[in-house]
């Protein structure tokens, strides 16, 4: 069954989008907005995104699995097109706010049209302030950012140049009075630019979904999927083990790996607040 394209009213707009300087005068959208009571984080980064980014952007999404969280984000070539799918692959909702029309002839990029319909038929939505028709021009992505921050109850950026498109959606965030979420880089990185910048002006620093959930307002599950997806290799290998409490000597004996690994994994663990020692013995928080 074909999804109806329709134009909503401006009481259907979000209470965020109501409210920021310019709303949209229109509103078109093909799809459904998240059940009521879901927390909208919109995600932007760079078109050439890197390694790091794009993992960075899926694991953190893939860490939201199973909380109230929709993904916004813009449709784009990069981070918004990972973002995405990460959400699509993590069964989450997800709307993408493209900077052409709607209709199958306009949608911008082509490269990202079977990304759209794949948002659509598993449930999420699509919105344009533009004529169903119109062809996406470069004056139309700034534009679309602030429908994007005006949706959000926070912005996360995964990474950002000097001269990125992605710092105007930033500072957005910060007219909008919504948290801005950044992923830190290395030290000298280009592509950190942005994330850099923002965490010295005061942006919070994110490294783990529940960063994220704090954020947003929503309470962690402890122990539940948040933190499984960013555990690797012995990290992963000692948290299951400790379904049960366990001495060092007992996790060594079983792990018959490097010890200094080990250590340095139980140390990692404690740190993300996952385990802990008591009289002797390792057991999950």
Known sequence: MAIALRQL??????????????????LWMLGEWAPKGTKYLTVVGSRAATPYGKEMCT?????????????????????????HKAALDAGMHTIAVPGSGLSSNAIYPRSNAELAKDILTKGGALLSEHEP???????????????MVGISDAVLMIEAGEKSGTLITARLAGEYNRDLLCVPHRAGDP?????????????????EPKHILEALGIPEERNGPLMLPLLDGIEKDIYGMLHAPLT??????????????AESALVTLELKGLIKEGMGMWQRV
């Open 59 to 83: 694991k953190l999404i893939q860490g939201l699995k199973d909380y109230p969280v929709s993904i916004v984000s813009g449709l784009a070539l990069g981070i918004d097109a990972i973002a």
């Open 248 to 261: 060092k000597a007992d996790l060594l004996r079983r792990l018959e790996g490097n010890e200094d690994q």
């Open 133 to 147: 028709d119109h062809k996406a021009e470069i004056r139309d992505f700034p534009s679309r950012n602030r429908i």
């Open 191 to 207: 592509h950190g630019f942005g994330s850099h910048l923002f965490i010295r002006l005061g942006a919070a620093l994110i490294t």
């Open 9 to 26: 009213s401006p009481d259907e707009y979000p209470q965020g989008l109501r409210e920021i300087p310019k709303p949209p005068e229109k």
